[in-house]
């Protein structure tokens, strides 16, 4: 202890380390709320990734309804066109019946 530090001194020094302190106390303190904010966010971001997902799933099976749908209309649509064309056939053969016994009891047979 060659040279003692005047009280002066040390009460500048005191001074100086209690607004640091302050200092560095604020800086924690904003650096809390940065921090409590950042994991709100990643929170809200992990909950939207859960929604995402979700909802991927609800659009493939209604993707997969859709094709099935599809599939059973595509076989609505093709009954009532056979039916149509049976009944055309149907039809024919009934008018080609009448038409040839027609012709078949003018020739006498």
Avoid at 59 to 84: A, F, I, N, P, V
């Amino acid at each position: 202890m060659d040279n003692p530090i005047t009280r002066a001194e040390h009460e500048e020094f005191r001074k100086y380390m209690e607004a640091e302190n302050k200092r560095l106390e604020d800086e924690n303190k904003r650096q809390n709320k940065r921090l409590d904010a950042l994991e709100i966010t990643v929170r809200e971001i992990g909950t939207l990734t859960t929604s995402v997902a979700k909802l991927a799933a609800s659009m493939e099976s209604m993707l997969k309804e859709q094709e099935r749908q599809g599939e059973r209309l595509e076989t609505l649509e093709g009954r009532d066109g056979e039916m149509w064309r049976k009944v055309t056939g149907y039809i024919i053969t009934a008018v080609l019946g009448i038409v040839l016994g027609f012709i078949f009891t003018r020739i006498g047979m």
